[in-house]
């Protein structure tokens, strides 16, 4: 008689048997869902590429659909819902052109509720954010420059800066405690400053360099750029050779900037982009320098502090950023967190008449809703896909890319996908260093997503008989790099003809 072991040994070699040469695979409702004669190799292919040994332990869910129907062709566990990381955006992006439109701008506004007299404001100059992520240091510094030609050299009264456009929730609810130090978990605010035109809105770039010599003080700089942080330094520079051991990071609740470790002589550069505590006070303070750049003096018992903007104000400019669709490329190209959250709470707002994660979710569960997405075995808890409390089915994802397929704005929400292999930056993306030298290369069009012990990869591929398909892949609770178990699969799709 055999023992259990044995029993059990000889089950799963039999169920492995039967999963890699069945051209149907079993979904995780219990019924057969895999293709038609049409795509069994293309099952059996992606049921030997599940049996890697990197997924012992792990979950996987994998959909694929055709594009032109919708119709399912392959579900592994499609059905189990899964952390989908920042597979989540594509919610987001989808909401966003469905709710805002594709040419809608953000905007920021001046007021004022005093009159000139002279070269002199009498009364408060107030700078209304209303969500922009896209605001540089140039943008201040032009906006000192329109209110001086404007005649305005001095201000007596207060420089007050508005957020209220959003609610003063800075964090979503899942952020963890070293994420929210650093861009990807950068607090978002309705009034807020990026540092270079990738738009992580709500940091700052902290670089350091090797002093002149052993024993020096490391060199750092910022940029922009600013007081609004302090800077405590402890990093020393070493002999060449020695191992760099340099690390960035901000105390938690303050805007003190702690750099220490040590850094070779003549060794590279280390940049680290760190998220401020209260983005609105950055932006008021880099208005603040702007003015004074320009000798736009404050006056008086003049202070800078937070305020709302009265409704009988006076509008001195406005400035608008770039449309949703040219947003739309460095937010999900480069997956920018900030953007995602910045849409959700202007979608609140806009849809809702409250700029909050809540209204903005109301809106992005509706959109998936209409896009066919069966939004009661969906989960979301933010629009970013930080959370690892977000949770969403692989066949809801793959439901949302065919669905989005008939809307007006597609050609915009196709385009921001990264493309497989492209090495151009805001072309590929994400993906610009995968899947090189394969028929996936310039081919699959798709949403990368990562968080620790999670990773996903979604989008569109063209089989070798022209033949497009959409595919999903959720790979969840993995102890090592999946990311090539997801390559294999989306080059099966692209190298895939049939008999």
Do not use: C
Not at 93 to 118: M, P, V, W
């Amino acid at each position: 008689m055999m023992k259990w072991k044995q029993w059990k040994a000889a089950g799963l070699l039999v169920l492995a048997g039967v999963l890699a040469a069945s051209p149907l695979q079993m979904g995780s409702d219990g019924e057969m869902a895999g293709a038609d004669s049409e795509f069994a190799g293309l099952t059996a292919q992606v049921n030997g590429i599940l049996q890697d040994e990197r997924l012992n332990g792990a979950l996987a869910g994998v959909s694929i659909r055709k594009a032109d129907n919708g119709e399912k062709i392959y579900d592994h566990f499609g059905d189990i819902r899964l952390k989908p990381a920042s597979n989540m955006k594509l919610f987001t992006l989808a909401a966003a052109l469905e709710n805002l439109g594709e040419d809608h701008r953000f905007s920021t506004e001046i007021h004022t509720d005093g009159e000139l007299k002279g070269k002199v404001l009498q009364g408060n100059l107030y700078l209304k954010g209303k969500g922009d992520p896209t605001l540089l240091e140039e943008d201040f510094e032009r906006f000192a420059k329109e209110l001086k030609a404007q005649g305005i050299h001095k201000v007596k009264g207060d420089l007050i800066g508005d957020d209220s456009w959003f609610d003063d929730e800075r964090l979503s609810e899942d952020m963890t405690w070293k994420n929210e130090v650093y861009y990807v978990g950068a607090q978002v605010s309705a009034l807020t400053a990026s540092p270079n035109t990738d738009y992580d809105a709500g940091s700052i770039i902290v670089e350091a360099n090797p002093g002149a010599a052993a024993g020096d003080e490391a060199r750092v700089s910022l940029s922009p750029e600013t007081d609004y942080v302090t800077i405590t330094n402890k990093a020393q520079t070493v002999a060449a050779g020695e191992p760099k051991t340099l690390s960035i990071t901000r105390d938690h609740g303050t805007n003190e900037i702690i750099v220490e470790g040590n850094i070779p002589e003549q060794g590279s550069r280390m940049r680290e982009w760190i998220a401020v505590d209260e983005p609105s006070g950055y932006a008021l303070s880099l208005f603040e320098k702007a003015l004074d750049k320009e000798g736009v003096q404050l006056i008086g018992n003049s202070q800078t502090k937070m305020g709302v903007t009265p409704s009988s104000s006076r509008m001195l400019l406005e400035h608008q950023s770039m449309t949703l669709a040219e947003l739309s490329i460095p937010f999900m190209k480069l997956s920018n967190n900030g953007h995602g959250e910045a849409l959700a709470k202007q979608m609140g707002r806009v849809v809702n008449g409250e700029g909050s994660w809540e209204a903005g979710l109301r809106v992005m569960e509706a959109t998936a809703g209409k896009l066919g997405v069966n939004v009661d075995t969906i989960h979301l808890r933010d629009a970013s896909g930080m959370s690892h409390v977000n949770l969403i089915p692989a066949n809801e994802i793959s439901q949302l890319l065919a669905g989005v397929q008939e809307e007006p704005w597609f050609d915009t929400f196709v385009e921001s996908l990264p493309v497989a292999g492209a090495t151009e930056r805001l072309v590929g993306g994400t993906l610009r260093n995968r899947m090189k030298g394969t028929a996936a290369e310039g081919n699959v069009q798709a949403k990368t997503g990562s968080l620790s012990s999670v990773s996903s990869l979604a989008g569109y591929a063209t089989t070798q008989d022209g033949e497009r398909l959409i595919f999903a892949i959720i790979l969840n609770n993995d102890l090592a790099s999946v990311t090539p178990i997801e390559n294999a699969i989306a080059e099966a799709i692209a190298e895939y003809q049939a008999e």
